[in-house]
């Protein structure tokens, strides 16, 4: 494989690779007919993204070598990471990138060079690896928005940069509220800072979702792809479903395509039951009952059924175009949802009082169940005896 990406190109593809630094520790890179796909996927497999570079992005694309199969390969993103650190240094001196993958040395080459003769030279070792596929379907989601990057990047500028979720909504008269996620706690004496923006409709492209709809998703990895399409001057797709389904980001462009799939939490935020009507808060609890159907099992738990998926692709397939992950409600298994919330409101109240009140907190993000910390039944006895002294 041989490429060679020339201009203002190479600043693109440096920013696509910090945008994919801010999700996964490893990249995979895999030549493709269709362009030249950088992906990765957190450690937790909460977060996937993917970019292809279209043949027309490049001034020279070689897909493999006459005679010989495509290669794939993964490295380590610090390795690759280290190539493109420098923005301002890609723009002002780098003139041209060239990128080759050598099956036989097993090394991935990237020289950049620069004004007045200058070449650096970067060799990185990969292992060969199975193509890292994702499946998912944006046109399946019921709710989308649209809207310039620029916009939703002023929009989450106020947010604390250690805000770890987000909580995207829709309020009353059609308005889009970002509001800041915190666990509201019953017994908490501290009110934590709530940051909350408010756009439009005006401000958006396309806007096709009811009032009361809210998800919550991870700020960090929402920030990388917006300063990506922010600089890029392009418009940012939302897909989403119900709470605790995945939501996909997307953006468009003539030689270029990029998707982040980011698992949103399976309850509703706390802070949002503001945002819509009564009659679509007392649903909540349906959805939330749906989308975990097996709260005291992880290992039956069906996140691999819309999350990411390791899959080996077949030689002989026509085409590998991005794949899609399917967010069809049919896929989420039956589950009882009337006697056995009952069940669990009456078991609540044998908590001692005064004591915190337990975490019913399921989230996507890291792939498991954080577990009630049942607090013991009686007072701890008294070891040491009251001295005489004391009246």
Do not use: W
Request: hydrophobic share 35%.
């Amino acid at each position: 494989m041989k490429c060679l990406v020339t201009g203002g190109n190479v600043k693109v593809l440096g920013k696509a690779v910090h945008s994919l630094s801010r999700i996964g520790d490893e990249l995979y890179l895999e030549p493709l007919e269709d362009g030249l796909s950088l992906r990765t996927v957190n450690s937790s497999r909460s977060a996937y993204a993917c970019f292809l570079f279209a043949p027309l992005f490049f001034q020279l694309y070689q897909v493999a070598s006459p005679g010989q199969d495509p290669l794939r390969c993964k490295i380590l993103m610090k390795s690759f990471l280290s190539v493109f650190r420098s923005l301002v240094m890609l723009e002002k001196t780098v003139e041209k990138c060239c990128i080759s993958l050598n099956g036989r040395s097993s090394l991935l080459v990237v020289q950049l060079h620069c004004k007045h003769g200058v070449r650096k030279t970067h060799n990185l070792s990969f292992q060969d690896c199975e193509s890292l596929q994702a499946v998912f379907d944006p046109a399946s989601c019921p709710h989308v928005l649209r809207a310039p990057a620029r916009v939703l990047g002023e929009a989450v500028l106020p947010f604390p940069l250690a805000l770890a979720e987000v909580t995207l909504g829709i309020g009353r008269g059609r308005r889009v509220i970002l509001r800041s996620y915190q666990e509201e706690e019953e017994d908490s004496t501290i009110k934590a800072m709530v940051t909350e923006m408010s756009i439009g409709e005006e401000d958006f492209q396309q806007l096709q979702a009811q009032e009361g709809v809210a998800i919550t998703f991870c700020l960090k990895e929402f920030r990388g792809l917006l300063s990506f399409a922010e600089s890029a001057n392009l418009s940012l797709s939302i897909h989403f479903d119900a709470p605790g389904r995945p939501a996909i980001f997307t953006i468009k462009d003539a030689l270029l395509d990029g998707h982040f799939v980011l698992a949103t939490l399976s309850e509703p935020s706390p802070n949002s039951q503001d945002l819509c009507s009564p009659e679509l808060c007392r649903q909540a609890p349906q959805l939330q009952a749906h989308s975990t159907p097996h709260l005291d099992d992880f290992a039956s738990d069906d996140i691999d059924s819309y999350m990411i998926a390791m899959e080996t692709t077949v030689g002989s397939e026509d085409s590998r175009t991005l794949p899609s992950i399917s967010l069809s409600p049919g896929l989420q298994p039956p589950c009882n949802s009337g006697p056995h919330s009952e069940e669990e409101d009456e078991d609540e109240p044998s908590t001692v009082p005064g004591t915190p009140p337990p975490k019913k907190f399921r989230s996507l993000f890291f792939g498991s169940i954080l577990a009630p910390a049942h607090s013991p039944q009686g007072p701890s006895p008294v070891l040491a005896e009251d001295s005489e002294g004391e009246g």
